[in-house]
């Protein structure tokens, strides 16, 4: 992977794929909500498309690709190491009662391994262990779809089932490939793990991607030892298909959903990162000019590692704030603009 791909470059050859996979594409909605007073700011592809998923007919049909523009306040805080933001650009896809696991999977790893040129000896998978308080069985479907997949390229695909979710994967890696995890990790509902789920809500496992920077060291502090969900940095998550197929019953149980739908949602920004093998995700295009221009002005240079934090939150906050206003956001002392406002006096600080 020695060639420099754009934020451009992947974007379009993820709409692309899944064009060419009779997907119709969704403009990115506003960071602003329509319709949904739970939430101030659009943070992720589904959050726009709830209702399809939840049975109302999409006027583009059961196919549906895009890349949405996201922010998450929530992560303001985690700004400064090497993979997060807090605008972001999120790929998705969708099956709206159509496709399930086997077609998602598949186009999804030859979207990464062929389309992108992603090392597949770099990818490591995440599944779902199953929830012995639910009663909801583990995907076991994931699991052989993938080593079927890892075969095709003449991989084998180890699966290890004993990782603690609590302690973050106290055995390490075990030579595995595919990782088993608890709710907490591989589960996706609305309302969080299935026993917080109100009866009537839908839900389902996930099946995440990550991408092995063998360059960034396991940093202890995080654990004794690594694994794809330790947060070291050397494993970046870059894509999670959410199959949802369940819906609570009032009296605690599972049921299948009449329609079963796929949501897949990917960095953008995180998946170029990973084509150019490159672990700083300030590293890539649409960071460069703000960089340089910061270096310019400050007279500080961000490889200096005395700034390269300031930096990244100062990159990651105008880029932020930016588009924040090109939807109508203003800074204020209240809701959406007093999250901007923030943003602002933060960078500046």
């Known amino acids: 992977m020695n060639q420099s791909f754009s ?7 993820y709409l692309s794929f899944f064009s060419s996979h009779d997907h119709n594409v969704v403009p990115s909605a506003s960071l602003v909500p329509e319709n949904d007073p739970t939430t101030l700011f659009t943070g992720s592809g589904m959050q726009p498309l709830i209702p399809y998923l939840l049975g109302q007919a999409h006027p583009k049909g059961v196919r549906l690709v895009n890349s ?15 993979r997060h933001t807090t605008f972001f650009e999120m790929l998705g896809n969708w099956s709206l009662g159509d496709y399930f696991k086997n077609d998602q999977l598949k186009w999804l790893f030859t979207f990464l391994v062929d389309e992108v040129g992603l090392d ?23 699991v052989s779809l993938w080593q079927n997949l890892f075969s095709q390229k003449g991989m084998e695909a180890s699966f290890v089932e004993l990782i603690d979710e ?53 940093d202890v502090r995080f654990g004794e030892y690594c694994h794809p969900n330790c947060d070291c940095g050397r494993f970046v998550e870059i894509g999670n298909s959410v199959f949802m197929e369940f819906i609570k019953n009032k009296d605690g149980s599972f049921s299948q959903l009449p329609q079963r739908n796929v949501d897949f949602g990917g960095g953008l920004e995180r998946v170029v990162a990973a084509a150019n093998d490159n672990a700083d995700i300030f590293s890539i295009d649409v960071f460069a000019g703000l960089i340089a221009f910061l270096e310019e002005k400050s007279s500080k240079k961000y490889s200096d590692s005395l700034y390269t934090k300031a930096f990244r939150v100062v990159a990651d906050h105008v880029r932020g704030a930016v588009f924040m206003i090109s939807d109508g956001v203003y800074p204020s002392n209240t809701e959406q603009g007093y999250v901007l406002r923030r943003l602002v006096r933060r960078a500046v600080r």
């Open 166 to 218: 609590e302690t973050g994967g106290r055995l390490g890696m075990q030579g595995g490939r595919i990782f088993a995890y608890g709710p907490k990790k591989n589960w996706w509902s609305r309302s969080g793990v299935p026993e917080n789920m109100p009866a009537g809500e839908p839900g389902g496992p996930d099946s995440e991607v990550f991408y092995e920077f063998v360059d960034v060291e396991h």
């Open 68 to 82: 949405q523009k996201c922010f998450r306040a929530e992560d303001v805080d985690e700004v400064g190491d090497n």
């Open 7 to 13: 934020v451009g470059d992947i974007r379009k050859k």
């Open 120 to 142: 597949p000896a770099r990818l490591y998978i995440t599944v779902f262990s199953g929830d012995t308080v639910s009663g909801v069985l583990a995907d076991r479907d994931s």
